[in-house]
């Protein structure tokens, strides 16, 4: 079965401290790997996709890259309003078909000035 | 983008009755999801809802337990039937924009606590 673990589960961070959030999966014919942030109280945003091993994509001072194992999401001298959770998700083709997407548990992410 | 309006926010509810969860999207989709996320677990998807045919549940989540209903195609709604603690979780709804993306937008979600 696919499956997305996300590590740390927490991070505190002072401001201006830059730092990564890792994201490992196991899946067979991998179509997509997604960031979203959730806000307490909130659904998740999405942030980037990611689709084969070598791309990066970046937002403001968050930047995401993908290996063939493992996804990362560097936050470059964060700010406390980046105070959030930070989910990873994968998406395999099933066939003709692209199957469901599976979350890991998410990172959370204290800023503090 | 898409912006997708939840209700009932909250809800605070008695073992063994039932509540529906309503979803009103801004603009038609042909497919929208329904997931869980339960405090300290993964973000999972209970069912996918298409206008004008079954919903498809996965693997843990049935029919009788989560009926789906899916007018049109910018409504559905979720029963959580028969409700226990176990079901006090957060419910969400979202959809993809543009189709088949992954890109998903998602509602505000339904806080549910089963007494």
């Known amino acids: 079965e696919d499956q997305v673990t996300q590590s740390p589960e927490a991070l505190r961070l002072q401001e201006g401290e830059s730092s990564s959030l890792n994201c490992s999966y196991t899946?067979?014919?991998?179509?997509?790997l997604f960031w979203y942030r959730q806000d307490p109280g909130k659904g998740p945003e999405f942030l980037f996709t990611?689709?084969?091993a070598g791309e990066e994509k970046e937002k403001e001072r968050l930047k995401a890259t993908l290996t063939k194992k493992e996804s990362f999401l560097h936050i470059t001298a964060p700010k406390p309003e980046d105070s959030a959770t930070y989910l990873c998700?994968?998406?395999?083709?099933?066939?003709?078909?692209?199957?469901?997407?599976?979350f890991g548990r998410g990172t959370q992410l204290t800023v503090w000035p | 983008s898409a912006v997708i309006s939840q209700k009932p926010s909250r809800d605070i509810c008695q073992r063994g009755t039932s509540l529906t969860i309503q979803c009103q999207v801004d603009?038609?989709?042909?497919?929208m999801f329904w997931y869980r996320q339960q405090p300290g677990q993964s973000l999972t998807l209970i069912a996918t809802?298409?206008?004008?045919?079954?919903?498809?549940?996965e693997s843990g989540f049935v029919i009788d337990k989560f009926p789906i209903s899916r007018p049109n195609l910018t409504f559905s709604t979720l029963t959580v039937s028969n409700m226990s603690p176990e079901d006090s979780s957060i419910y969400l709804c979202?959809?993809?924009?543009?189709?088949?993306?992954?890109?998903?937008?998602f509602g505000e979600g339904s806080r549910l606590t089963v007494l």
């Open positions: 979202s959809v993809d924009l543009p189709a088949n993306t992954g890109e998903l937008f």
């Open positions: 899946v067979s014919g991998l179509r997509g």
């Open positions: 990611l689709y084969s």
């Open positions: 998700a994968v998406q395999a083709y099933r066939g003709s078909t692209l199957g469901r997407l599976y």
């Open positions: 603009s038609q989709v042909t497919m």
């Open positions: 809802a298409n206008q004008g045919s079954e919903a498809t549940y």
